[in-house]
Structure formats: structure tokens, C-alpha cells
T-cell receptor, first 113, second 116 residues
Framework: NAGVTQTPKFRVLKTGQSMTLLCAQDMNHEYMYWYRQDPGMGLRLIHYSVGEGTTAKGEVPDGYNVSRLKKQNFLLGLESAAPSQTSVYFC????????????FGPGTRLTVL | AQKITQTQPGMFVQEKEAVTLDCTYDTSDQSYGLFWYKQPSSGEMIFLIYQGSYDEQNATEGRYSLNFQKARKSANLVISASQLGDSAMYFCAMIKRWGSQGNLIFGKGTKLSVKP
């Protein structure tokens, strides 16, 4: 039981390049989330999904797009990377919205030069 | 708007002693949930404890307890008998319990260092 996995673990991009971060969970959770963590800022929600085929904007969605074509996968895309998107990205999933204990992936450290 | 405040950027505690990490929150909702997460230097986020706003008793999970004072809007984490492995960042978070899409609002965290 792997829980929540993220691919890749590290990535360096040049300004203007694009990339996709993959999140996968094997717990059959309905809800999935993408956060970014910046120094001294805690975690901030980028986008989230309440089920297969659905996505919604979080607190800081600009510059990112997401897709949830399969229940177990949640993809985060950067179409044209900017240095301001240098951050650690966490994916999380949860079973329900009542207690909503979220299980986190190990994170992806992204640097945009 | 909902907000989580953690006023202690860093704290030190002696091994085997208890420590309290402060968390205050701001919300106009009557129904909400409060969480604490631990983030060790390896980077993963580990769920520690949960308290619902209508739960009458303070939550406990092993050495972790949540001192919930609803009128003061505080949800402090108490770690008893600190261990060296407790050295980490600790984040307080809040969620609307009902009718919400499940967004967690995080505080900025407290860095706890346990001294041998």
C-alpha cells in the first residue's frame, strides 16, 4: 500500500518551459489536492478535486492547470514556468469531507531558473 | 475569512519534558475541524491529531493532545514526554466541516527542537 505518490521528486526548469506533476493514490479517495509550500508560508491550496472528472480552484491557482481523468490520479500542469513557481509541491488525498484527514505525498521540489 | 495563527516561529524543549505549541484560529463558521500536522526535515506531512468543533472532549492520540478552547478560538498541541524524533515543523490547520470542498487552511508553522 503506497498511499500517495508523486512524480518526479525533483525538477529544474527554465523560465517558459512546461511540465506536469503526477500524483497517484491507491486508497480509493474521492478528494485530491495540490498545495505549494514556500519558506515561512505554510501550505497553500492551488487546485483540488472532489471526484473523477472534477476540478476547482484553490487559493493560488494562477499559472497552473489540473486534470483528474482517473479517480486515482491528479495531474498538476505548469504551461509556462516562472521563477515565482519555484516551490515544494505537495499532493494530498482524503476519503470524505467531514473529518477530511488528508494524506500527503512526499513532495516535489521544483526550481525555475 | 478563515485564518490560522501560529505565533511561535521556533521553540526548544528538553527531552522527556512536555511542550505546548500554540494555535489560534479565526472563523465565523459554527462547524469546523482543526488539525495538526508534523513535517520532519525529510519533508513529508504527517497527520497527528484532529478536533471537531462540536467534539466535547479534547482529542488525544498517544503522546499528542489537543487543548481545544472554543471560546478563545485556540487549539494548542501538547506533546508529552518529548523525544528527539519530535524535532520538526508543526502546522496547525482548519477546515470547514460541512458544505465545504475540503480546503485546509494552514498556519505558518512552528519549528520545534528537542534538546538531549
Amino acid at each position: 500500500n503506497a498511499g500517495v505518490t508523486q512524480t518526479p521528486k525533483f525538477r529544474v526548469l527554465k523560465t517558459g518551459q512546461s511540465m506536469t506533476l503526477l500524483c497517484a493514490q491507491d486508497m480509493n479517495h474521492e478528494y485530491m489536492y495540490w498545495y505549494r509550500q514556500d519558506p515561512g508560508m505554510g501550505l497553500r491550496l492551488i487546485h483540488y478535486s472532489v471526484g473523477e472528472g472534477t476540478t476547482a480552484k484553490g487559493e493560488v491557482p494562477d499559472g497552473y492547470n489540473v486534470s483528474r481523468l482517473k479517480k486515482q490520479n491528479f495531474l498538476l500542469g505548469l504551461e509556462s514556468a516562472a521563477p515565482s513557481q519555484t516551490s515544494v509541491y505537495f499532493c494530498a488525498s482524503s476519503r470524505d469531507r467531514v473529518k477530511n484527514e488528508q494524506f500527503f505525498g512526499p513532495g516535489t521540489r521544483l526550481t525555475v531558473l | 475569512a478563515q485564518k490560522i495563527t501560529q505565533t511561535q516561529p521556533g521553540m526548544f524543549v528538553q527531552e522527556k519534558e512536555a511542550v505546548t505549541l500554540d494555535c489560534t484560529y479565526d472563523t465565523s463558521d459554527q462547524s469546523y475541524g482543526l488539525f495538526w500536522y508534523k513535517q520532519p526535515s525529510s519533508g513529508e506531512m504527517i497527520f497527528l491529531i484532529y478536533q471537531g468543533s462540536y467534539d466535547e472532549q479534547n482529542a488525544t492520540e498517544g503522546r499528542y493532545s489537543l487543548n481545544f478552547q472554543k471560546a478563545r478560538k485556540s487549539a494548542n498541541l501538547v506533546i508529552s514526554a518529548s523525544q528527539l524524533g519530535d524535532s520538526a515543523m508543526y502546522f496547525c490547520a482548519m477546515i470547514k466541516r460541512w458544505g465545504s470542498q475540503g480546503n485546509l487552511i494552514f498556519g505558518k508553522g512552528t519549528k520545534l527542537s528537542v534538546k538531549p
